[in-house]
């Protein structure tokens, strides 16, 4: 009797094929063999599911899906390093999570889907017209690849540079160009579209759609540029400050004197932006200076709550409730200071550069530090200074 040679079975992707053509089987199952390529010892712990011989008989097509599982797992080992292709390895990751993959497959692709879905941003497509109101019925182009109507619901993107074009009956295209931040989850990219000229008549044909050439030439007028990236979710900012000052004489006592000068610090702040205009933030500013001779004597240190508006894409307001005391000393040693009290202050903020990531601004505020007129200074403070908000 002539001994059959062990053969060894091609890729996954050849067994694929093979077992979709309908391979005979006899009574018993034909010796089924794959032997992987990788190096690695995930591909190696997969392989060693399919090598040997199968003594069962198994339709054709289950080998099909178990090889089919085996591939899609063996391309998303390579593609989740590339975070240019995370919708892809999240594509191929949901095949070999099924329950037809061998279990240990399985193991791997879902610790890989929760890393991938983790890092994956996903956006929410919004648009709006001339007066501020949402077109429901506005289509989105991701990149040029239809996307379909909005719907409200995140969008998985690959991190990087997108075009979004948003698109409606009776109006000109409007393009959204803006980077998309690793592991950022529901970032609004927001359309305004400008004023329709003219509306169809009830009954009347919809206008022919676009060519991508025609659309190309249908560019919003002067006066409206593209949409300007804005804040969602939490945001941090953090600013070097100089810090004019005044403090009023107390009515008696030691205190009935009065100062001024500038010290130097930083103001730091976080909080959540309930939209792309408004954000709610909590605010600290610390400024040492020398007129005592050391930092523990003249300071200034405030915390609290603090409301932030954006009134146009490049200028904020707000408003802020701080606690905290100041400190200082005029110029024959007297020292002077506050109780722990209350301060209002009124804030602006200028973006000089907009990125995607956040914006680079000049700040400016007017505070009060609110104190016993009788025995404590009463402080009039204006911080003035530059740095970074991030989105």
Not at 133 to 160: E, F, N
Not at 263 to 274: H, I, K, M, Q, R
Request: hydrophobic letters at 40%; charged letters at 20%; glycine letters at 10%.
């Amino acid at each position: 009797m002539t001994r059959r040679p062990f053969v060894a079975a091609a890729p996954a992707r050849d067994l694929a094929r093979a077992t979709a053509s309908g391979p005979r089987l006899g009574s018993r199952s034909a010796a089924v063999a794959y032997v992987g390529a990788g190096a690695s010892m995930n591909r190696l712990r997969r392989t060693l599911g399919f090598v040997g011989v199968l003594t069962v008989v198994a339709p054709p097509e289950a080998l099909a899906n178990r090889a089919a599982c085996a591939a899609a797992a063996d391309d998303a080992s390579v593609l989740r390093r590339d975070v240019q292709k995370l919708t892809r390895t999240r594509d191929l990751l949901l095949v070999c999570v099924a329950e037809g993959c061998d279990p240990d497959i399985r193991d791997d692709c879902r610790r890989w889907l929760e890393e991938v879905e983790a890092n994956l941003p996903t956006v929410v497509f919004v648009a709006e017209d001339d007066a501020g109101q949402p077109v429901l019925s506005a289509r989105v182009l991701i990149d040029g690849k239809p996307h379909g109507q909005l719907d409200g619901s995140p969008v998985p993107v690959d991190p990087g540079q997108h075009t979004f074009t948003f698109e409606r009956d009776g109006g000109p295209p409007v393009d959204v160009r803006t980077l998309v931040r690793l592991g950022k989850k529901n970032a609004e990219v927001l359309a305004r579209f400008p004023r329709l000229t003219s509306r169809s008549p009830p009954g009347s044909a919809a206008p022919a759609a676009s060519t991508p050439s025609t659309a190309s030439t249908a560019t919003l007028p002067p006066t409206s540029p593209p949409t300007t990236a804005g804040p969602t979710g939490f945001v941090f900012g953090a600013h070097f400050v100089a810090v004019p000052y005044a403090f009023l004489a107390a009515g008696t006592g030691a205190r009935d004197h009065g100062t001024s000068g500038v010290s130097v610090g930083f103001s730091l702040e976080g909080g959540y932006a309930f939209s792309r205009r408004a954000e709610i933030l909590a605010r600290a500013l610390g400024a040492v200076g020398s007129e005592c001779g050391s930092a523990t004597g003249s300071n200034f240190f405030s915390i609290g709550p603090a409301l932030s508006v954006r009134l146009v894409e490049w200028a904020w307001v707000g408003v802020g409730l701080l606690g905290g005391q100041a400190r200082s000393c005029t110029p024959d040693a007297v020292k002077l200071s506050t109780n722990v009290v209350f301060s209002p202050t009124f804030d602006l903020a200028f973006a000089v550069v907009t990125q995607p990531y956040g914006q680079w601004m000049v700040t400016s505020s007017v505070g009060y530090y609110f104190a016993n007129i009788t025995n404590d200074n009463r402080v009039v403070y204006a911080p003035i200074g530059f740095g970074l908000r991030l989105f």
